[in-house]
Nanobody
Framework: QVQLVESGGGAVQAGGSLRLSCAAY??????LGWFRQAPGKEREGIAS????????NYADSVKGRFTISQDNAKNTLYLQMNSLKPEDTAMYYC??????????????????????WGQGTQVTVSS
């Protein structure tokens, strides 16, 4: 069992940066991901990480602009978001589960097959 608490969302102008954090309380999951959902759209998996093997995966929409990382000592997941665009506006969620190996973790993120979810943090990018 794990509880996830996101923070770091806010409003920023296009081209700006934000860093989201997701603190995990309880057991340490082996697979973590970031998702987002804009109004009227389906939830989209944007990044995943399998810390045990150093495996990361990104959606094409954020590749080269967003970086997922994990601080094991703090049991915290991060999403560094640079060069933000108005189309990045959404509610951002972190999620976790126990998948292995890294390829299974990446696949689970694409399929949105995570059992544990945070409450979300809003990111708004203005033009």
């Amino acid at each position: 069992q794990v509880q996830l608490v996101e923070s770091g969302g806010g409003a920023v102008q296009a081209g700006g940066s934000l860093r989201l954090s997701c603190a995990a309380y309880g057991y340490t999951p082996s697979c973590l991901g970031w998702f987002r959902q804009a109004p009227g759209k389906e939830r989209e998996g944007i990044a995943s990480i399998y810390p045990g093997g150093g495996v990361t995966n990104y959606a094409d929409s954020v590749k080269g602009r967003f970086t997922i990382s994990q601080d094991n000592a703090k049991n915290t997941l991060y999403l560094q978001m640079n060069s933000l665009k108005p189309e990045d506006t959404a509610m951002y969620y972190c999620a976790a589960d126990w998948y292995a190996p890294g390829s299974r973790c990446s696949d689970a993120a694409i399929r949105k097959e995570f059992r544990y979810w945070g409450q979300g943090t809003q990111v708004t990018v203005s033009s």
